[in-house]
């Protein structure tokens, strides 16, 4: 079992809708959590980063965390066409060192 | 945020050549650095651990002598891939931790498409 599981997709949606992103772990010392967003053959960009668990909003992002069922959740608002691209939680004990799920990859359609 | 850049961002290289990545961070001091390698549609896998003034701590199954790192400076860490095959073609990543407060999040380099012909 993988320590972080996340949904491949693809997933697409039209434009304006609310997105969904989940990813689930095993490991209970995972103590931060980040969504990351990657276009095409760029690396990854930091979008939200989070330590508590409830939920954290910035513009049309909100990061959720459920510590108790090893679970987190990214939503998108209002989604743009500019939103498509992969999506990649992460997370982290006291190590610096990041565990990534596989990734989840969007197309929002105009 | 913390900017790191990674030099190539492509190289094309013959079978059997050597290959060196760079990645420095531009206005803060790394420690640490991390390089990753993605395989497409596939999600980033940690190769090793740089740390500035010592060796670099290597994950299981890949090869300290194949990929040689080193960080000499605060700022720069050096990924070089040896004597590559086609089966190294992969995007390489490197990354530094955040250090802003106990942050953990990590900044990332833009990545480097290697291509081995």
């Known amino acids: 079992q993988k320590e972080v599981e996340q949904d491949p997709g693809p997933l697409s949606v039209p434009e304006g809708a609310i997105v969904s992103l989940n990813c689930t772990y095993s490991n209970s010392a995972f103590q931060y959590f980040m969504w990351y967003r990657q276009y095409s053959r760029k690396g990854p960009e930091l979008l939200m980063y989070t330590y508590s668990s409830g939920n954290k909003e910035d513009g049309r992002f909100t990061a959720q965390v459920d510590k108790s069922s090893k679970y987190i959740s990214l939503f998108i608002r209002d989604s743009q066409p500019s939103d498509s691209a992969t999506y990649l939680c992460?997370?982290?004990?006291?190590?610096?060192?990041?565990?990534f799920g596989s990734g989840t990859q969007l197309t929002v359609l105009p | 945020g913390a900017v790191v850049s990674q030099h190539p961002s492509w190289v094309i290289c013959k079978s059997g050549t050597s290959v060196k990545i760079e990645c420095r961070s531009l206005d803060f001091q790394a420690t640490t650095m991390f390089w990753y390698r993605q395989f497409p549609k596939q999600s980033l896998m940690l190769m090793a651990t740089?740390?500035?003034?010592?060796?670099?701590?290597?994950e299981q199954g890949v090869e300290k002598d194949k990929f040689l790192i080193n960080h000499a400076s605060l700022t720069l860490s050096t990924l070089t891939v040896t004597s590559a095959h086609p089966e190294d073609s992969s995007f390489y990543i490197c990354?530094?931790?955040?250090?802003?407060?106990?942050?953990?999040?990590?900044?990332f380099g833009q990545g480097t498409r290697l291509t081995v012909v």
């Open positions: 992460a997370m982290s004990g006291t190590a610096r060192q990041l565990t």
């Open positions: 740089s740390n500035e003034g010592s060796k670099a701590t290597y």
């Open positions: 990354s530094a931790p955040g250090t802003t407060g106990g942050n953990t999040e990590a900044f």
